[in-house]
C-alpha cells in the first residue's frame, strides 16, 4: 500500500505556485486553467482532437494523439491541453464528453469533487538522457512516501499517447492512492484540484490510440498485442505487460518498480531508442506485477512547464 508524509511537500502543487526537484525544471503559472464543461458542442475523439507535428520526430511520438509535437534543439516538446478524447464523468454534465460515473465496480467506488479543466502543459524531453549517477532502483527507494531524493516530482511528469497527462503514483499528502483509486473514471483517471485530469496507472485510453493505428485490436489492458502507455518528462517510456514491439518482458532483471534496460524496437524490429529504461505497468500476466507509473526518476533531468 502506497503511504504519504503529510509533512513533506505540503500542498505541494495544490497551492499551485511551484513545484521543484533537484536537476529539473517544473514551472507552474498562475493563470487559471480554462473550463472545459461547456467548452464545445461536439463530442471529443481521436479523430477530431487534434495533432500537429513540426521538425523530424523519432517515429515512437509519431503515435501520439491530440498533442502538439516540436524540436527543441535535442529535445522532443509535447504540448498538451489535457483534454481526454472519451467519455469521462469528469468532463461534467453539461458536456457532450460527459458520462455518469460507473458505479456498478463496487460500493467503494465515487466521483471525486472536482471537473476536468483545459490545461496548458509542455513536457520537453531530451533525445539522449543520462541516468543519475550511482542509483540503484530498490523497494527502499520505491516506498510510496512523498518526497523521496529521487522521485519524480508532483504533479505533471509525462504524458500518454492520448494527450492525458501522467502522474507519479503517489497521492497528495494527506491521500492515499489505494483510497483515491475509487475516484478513478471508467479510464481509470481522475481530476486534481486544478483540473488537471491524469493517468497513475493503466488505461484504455492510449491503447485505443494503438488501435486507431491499426497496431492492435483490442485496447483491453493486459490483454492487448502491444501496450504502450506513454513518456516521463525524464525520457523513461512507460510500457504495459508487453515490450514495445509485442515481445513479453523477460522480468528478470526488474528492478523494484517493473523497470530495466534495454533498445526498444518497434513491431518491424527497428530500434526506436537505444539501451532506454522503461517500466511495465501491468496488472497481470507476468510473474512481476505493478499497478501504478514509476515512482523513482532514473534520468537526470525533468523539464515540465505547466500555465
Partial sequence: MFKLNAFVLLFFCLT??????????????????????????????LENCGTQSSGELN????????????????NTQIFTQDLPPHRSHYYG???????????RRGSNYHANPNLLQTQSVTVSIPDQ????????????????????????????????????????????????IENEKYTFDSYNSHPEMRGAYHYHTVSRGPLEVL???????????GAAKIEIYGMMCDGTVVLGCTEMNGDKPATSDFDAQNGHVHDLKDASGKVLFANRYHSHVCEQGLNKLRKFTPEIQYYDRCTVTQK
Avoid: W
Fill in 16 to 45: 499551485q505556485t511551484a513545484c521543484q526537484s533537484v536537476g529539473n525544471t517544473l514551472q507552474v503559472g498562475q493563470s487559471s486553467p480554462t473550463s472545459a464543461t461547456t467548452s464545445s458542442s461536439e463530442e471529443r475523439t
Fill in 59 to 74: 517515429a515512437f511520438f509519431q503515435d501520439f494523439r491530440c498533442v502538439t509535437l516540436s524540436r527543441n534543439g535535442s
Fill in 93 to 103: 454534465a453539461n458536456h457532450p464528453n460527459y458520462t455518469p460515473f460507473d458505479t
Fill in 129 to 176: 538522457p543520462v541516468p543519475r549517477a550511482h542509483l540503484k532502483i530498490s523497494s527502499d527507494l520505491v516506498d510510496g512516501v512523498v518526497g523521496g531524493q529521487y522521485d519524480y516530482p508532483m504533479g505533471p511528469v509525462g504524458v500518454a499517447l492520448d494527450g492525458v497527462l501522467l502522474f507519479n503514483p503517489l497521492a497528495a499528502p494527506g491521500d492515499d
Fill in 211 to 221: 488501435q486507431k493505428l491499426g497496431k492492435i485490436t483490442d485496447p483491453t489492458p
